[in-house]
């Protein structure tokens, strides 16, 4: 039998339940996870850095844990909060489970909660700070201290989860890219889907500056996904700019989605709860075609659903659309003639844990720094579902890669 914990948030809902994983107390902000699989992708996303993840799915930990399945060095969530864990891992490529896991890399969680009334609460009152504690048996005595704890609103957190020191992936067969990639909580599975088409990625520091990129004579910039508030991000925004000027090709994805928006003069705010999971529906409204898509993020960008708004780089338009609630969920960025300059999503099209509808966005990428900027894909735009392979156009590579053998979820 556990020792007993409990859960405060900072309104002073509280929920009784059992301790899972680590011992101790942990403060973060309060978010839920809809995703029925990927919980090892979940844990080690940088993104999810200073937040207690709540997992809706029931019972988590049924496959254990292997050391391929990681997207970063370690785990990043602050506290794991799941209604009732596996009580034995069951899997061919389980090494451990996910309770010792937890308990070694000093992961404080909670078990035996209503998840479902937890959800329902932070759907309603909108994402929260939240404490977890193992050793305060008074509830009272621990909300003073989650009411006390560090905001989401306003953190700057890339620095805290960034590589310090460059490294190189190798293109996967014949190279003929080489993209500058900017770690602000980079997920594994992100340059590896780069690297799958040809592309040598150059992963730099959050600190980089534009002669760092420039260094690396990249013919494509990449952002990553990443934790924090991207209203409290200053340099990368500079650097982008300063990339954007030099007419280097950009992708961005989720964090790297807001910070193209601010640099293209947009503002962002926080979502009521935000879009954690790996079924969301988002509308590709270059080719009208609807894909099933994996999402983590609190914050969105702020800019027109319909027409172009005039840029210092060019034009910029919202390329894709949640349609659940209307979210930005993509931009992208054209010259006066048409010419894709930039694009980027807010969601993860590296698919780890996730759908693969999204890969085409590796391939899009590739294209843009073919210099096949999409002209294609504008006359696209009115078009439905039907034509998307004549207006994308021969030769371009096959926009529906990948395999369906990864291991990811
Ligand atoms: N996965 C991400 O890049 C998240 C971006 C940002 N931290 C947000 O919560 O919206």
Known sequence: MSAPAILVLEDGRTFHGESYGAEGETFGEAVFNTGMT?????????????????????????????????????????????????????????????????????????????????????????????????????PAALLERVQASGEMAGSELASEVSTDTT???????????????????????????????????????????????????????????GPGDPAATTHQIEVLQAALADEIPYFGICFGNQLFGRALGFGTYKLKYGHRGINQPVMDRTTGKTEVTAHNHGFAVDAPLEGSTTTPYGEASVSHVCLNDDVVEGLELRDASGRLKGFSVQYHPEAAAGPHDAAYLF????????????????????????????????????????STDEGDD
């Open 363 to 402: 391939d899009r990428f590739v294209q843009l720094m073919e210099g096949r900027g999409g002209f294609e894909a504008r006359s696209a735009r009115t078009s439905t579902t039907d034509t998307v392979v004549e207006v994308r156009g021969a030769p371009a590579p096959s926009l529906e890669t990948t």
């Open 38 to 138: 990927g919980y090892q992708e979940t844990l080690t996303d940088p993104s999810y850095h200073r937040q207690v993840v709540v997992m809706t799915a029931p019972h988590i930990g049924n496959t254990g844990v292997n050391d391929e399945d990681p997207e970063s060095k370690r785990i990043w969530v602050a506290g794991y909060v799941v209604r009732d864990p596996a009580r034995r891992a069951s899997n061919w490529r389980s090494q451990r489970s996910l309770d010792d896991e937890l308990r070694a890399q000093g992961v404080v969680g909670i078990s035996g909660i209503d998840t479902r009334a937890l959800t329902r609460h932070l759907r309603e009152r909108g994402a929260m700070r939240v404490g977890i504690s193992t050793t305060e048996t008074d």
């Open 167 to 225: 490294y190189v992936v190798p293109a996967i067969g014949e190279k003929r890219y080489t993209v500058a990639a900017l770690d602000l909580g980079i997920k594994g599975m992100t340059p590896h889907r780069m690297a799958e088409r040809g592309i040598e990625v150059h992963v730099l520091p959050a600190t980089a500056s534009i002669e760092d990129v420039k260094a690396v004579a990249p013919d494509g910039l990449f952002y990553s996904n």
